[in-house]
């Protein structure tokens, strides 16, 4: 028998339950990138929610960090520590100069290079982002003892290093 025009076919009800309850998710959940991505999604929607007033996402923050804590680095250091290509760095420099977080210097050993060092604000910033995102850490792994926490990041270095 033909079904009506009016009868959609993908019109059923809401099953009573999530629909992502009874799904087969085991084979992902044994993969280390599956798992790592999910805590990584985690911890970057509650570093969103706690940095948005400061208007720093999660990769400025760990430019500025790096240039706080390393002044006269130069965009090719970032670039190497961070994993990133140099054209998506040029565009967050450029940002957080305007800004006033950051200025360009002359390095010292390499006439071709510039250094990027913090101004007071962008230290004032890196201070305070610190401080907030140690707590956000350590909220989001609370279901893990310190020691736990430790291990967790030499094991996610070993596969990175």
Do not use: W
Not at 29 to 53: H, K, W
Not at 101 to 109: A, G
């Amino acid at each position: 028998m033909p079904l009506s025009p009016e009868k959609d076919l993908d019109s059923d009800p809401a099953p009573a339950t999530s629909p992502t309850r009874d799904l087969d998710t085991s084979f992902l959940e044994s993969l280390v990138g599956y798992n790592a991505r999910r805590a990584v999604l985690q911890i970057i929607e509650l570093f969103i929610s706690r940095m948005t007033d400061h208007d720093m996402r999660p990769v400025q923050f760990s430019v500025m960090s790096l240039i706080a804590r390393n002044p006269g680095i130069t965009s090719r250091q970032l670039c190497d520590v961070l994993g990133m290509m140099s054209s998506n760095l040029v565009a967050m420099v450029r940002s957080l100069e305007k800004r006033k977080l950051i200025i360009r210097k002359p390095h010292p050993n390499d006439g071709r290079a510039t250094g990027l060092h913090p101004t007071r604000a962008g230290t004032a910033l890196v201070h305070v982002g610190e401080q907030t995102i140690s707590a956000l850490e350590i909220e989001a792994t609370s279901g893990l003892t310190s020691a736990e926490r430790k291990t967790l990041i030499r094991l996610l270095k070993k596969i990175y290093l």
